[in-house]
């Protein structure tokens, strides 16, 4: 099983659609968790940052984290061209090199 | 441009080629990472420097030959690779090793071999 899983799509949506993405992960000491945003020929990019569980709440997007269930979400409201791009979870527990990626959702929002 | 500059952007060599990627951080972070990333795959981490010295080296062949002259330069020399080895390669920087908050990355280096 690997530590963390990630539907790869891709995903094509049409704008102003909710978009859902989501990862689960199968550490129980993850606790810190974030979700990139990489457009093509860039690399990844910050965009969001939840400490345990809970959600987060930026603008139209919003984070979910369940740590009961070893599950995050992101959503994406009112769904942009400009959104599509990959979109990559991340976690830590903390410690040193323990990061773990997924390996990203491709996403494309259509006018 | 991100505070991480990563040069060249595309890089096409033979498997005999020696070649080099360079990175540069302008945040003042102390630790610096390569990663690889392949189509589908998670971000693989290949090395981790914390203040100049090599914390990490995950079973990376020894075709890949990392260097750090100091906190804010990173390199990645390259020797006699493999088709497989194609993939884009990403630099990061954290403000400190392990740096829960998240990374920066460079915009990478498409390597090709041919």
């Known amino acids: 099983q690997k530590e963390v899983e990630q539907d790869p799509g891709p995903l094509s949506v049409p704008e102003g659609a909710i978009v859902s993405l989501n990862c689960t992960y199968s550490?129980?000491?993850?606790?810190?968790f974030m979700w990139y945003r990489q457009y093509s020929r860039k690399g990844p990019e910050l965009l969001m940052y939840?400490?345990?569980?809970g959600n987060k709440e930026d603008g139209r997007f919003t984070a979910q984290v369940d740590k009961s269930s070893k599950y995050i979400s992101l959503f994406i409201r009112d769904s942009q061209p400009s959104d599509s791009a990959t979109y990559l979870c991340?976690?830590?527990?903390?410690?040193?090199?323990?990061?773990?990626f997924g390996a990203g959702t491709r996403l494309t929002v259509k006018p | 441009e991100t505070g991480v500059t990563q040069t060249p952007r595309h890089l096409v060599m033979g498997m005999t080629n020696k070649k080099s990627l360079k990175c540069e951080q302008h945040?003042?972070?102390?630790?610096m990472y390569w990663y690889k990333q392949s189509a589908k795959k998670p971000l693989e981490l290949m090395f981790v420097?914390?203040?100049?010295?090599?914390?990490e080296n995950n079973s990376v062949p020894s075709r890949f030959s990392p260097e750090c002259p100091n906190s804010s330069h990173l390199f990645l020399h390259l020797h006699t690779l493999q088709p497989e080895d194609s993939a884009l390669y990403l630099c990061?920087?954290?403000?400190?090793?392990?740096?829960?908050?998240?990374?920066?990355f460079g915009s990478g280096t498409r390597l090709t071999v041919v």
């Open positions: 991340a976690m830590s527990a903390g410690n040193n090199n323990d990061m773990r």
């Open positions: 990061a920087s954290s403000q400190d090793w392990g740096e829960h908050y998240g990374y920066t």
């Open positions: 550490n129980s000491a993850f606790q810190y």
């Open positions: 420097y914390n203040f100049k010295e090599q914390t």
């Open positions: 939840t400490y345990s569980s």
């Open positions: 945040l003042g972070h102390n630790a």
